[in-house]
């Protein structure tokens, strides 16, 4: 496995993990990079740097941003966003592996790629629900507004820095692990 192998493989989880948080973010920035040329797509996938992609993601991104904006919607759009989360951590995966076979590729885009992203809008999503329960809804804007945040700077390091981006994910998850031991302990 080549270094750049390697590199391709924290980028796409790094991604998968930003799609956790907000769907559509990461595929917008992962379109934007791939317009400009920032980074090469594997073969087959193109696409996701045209105009027309870019526009529809564009759309996508900023429905999703501001529909999580509204009490109670953002909670309805979290049961719909798990399996999309799936979906866009597979996706930005796959398409950003390099030199890989396609079993080997399609694999790893499943599991590391989709069970991160869907492992991310779990958490996030339970985070909302709490949110929702002990505020009324009235923190959920704000709850939003970190998810937001996160997910841009992820996906951001992820296609500049993949190396950093993988680490970040390994905290977070560790954070993820630890909150959910400490609810558990307290539940008991």
Not at 143 to 172: D, H, K, N, R, W
Request: overall charge neutral.
């Amino acid at each position: 496995m080549t270094s750049e192998t390697i590199i391709s493989i924290f980028l796409g989880i790094g991604l998968a993990a930003s799609a956790g948080f907000r769907v559509f973010l990461p595929l917008f920035v992962l379109s934007l990079s791939a317009y400009f040329n920032v980074l090469n797509l594997a073969d087959n996938w193109e696409w996701i740097g045209s105009i027309a992609a870019l526009i529809t993601l564009g759309v996508a991104m900023l429905l999703e941003v501001f529909a999580y904006y509204i009490p109670f919607i953002d909670n309805l759009l979290d049961t719909i966003a798990v399996p999309l989360a799936a979906i866009a951590g597979t996706t930005v995966m796959v398409s950003t592996v390099a030199d890989l076979s396609p079993i080997v590729t399609w694999s790893m885009a499943i599991i590391a790629g989709g069970g991160t992203a869907t492992l991310f809008k779990s958490a996030s999503a339970g985070t909302r629900l709490t949110s929702s329960a002990t505020t009324a809804g009235l923190g959920n804007p704000i709850v939003s507004t970190v998810e937001t945040g996160g997910s841009f700077m992820l996906a951001i390091i992820s296609i500049f820095i993949p190396i950093l981006a993988i680490v970040l994910v390994i905290i977070i998850l560790l954070l993820i692990y630890w909150f959910y031991k400490k609810l558990r302990v307290r539940s008991n």
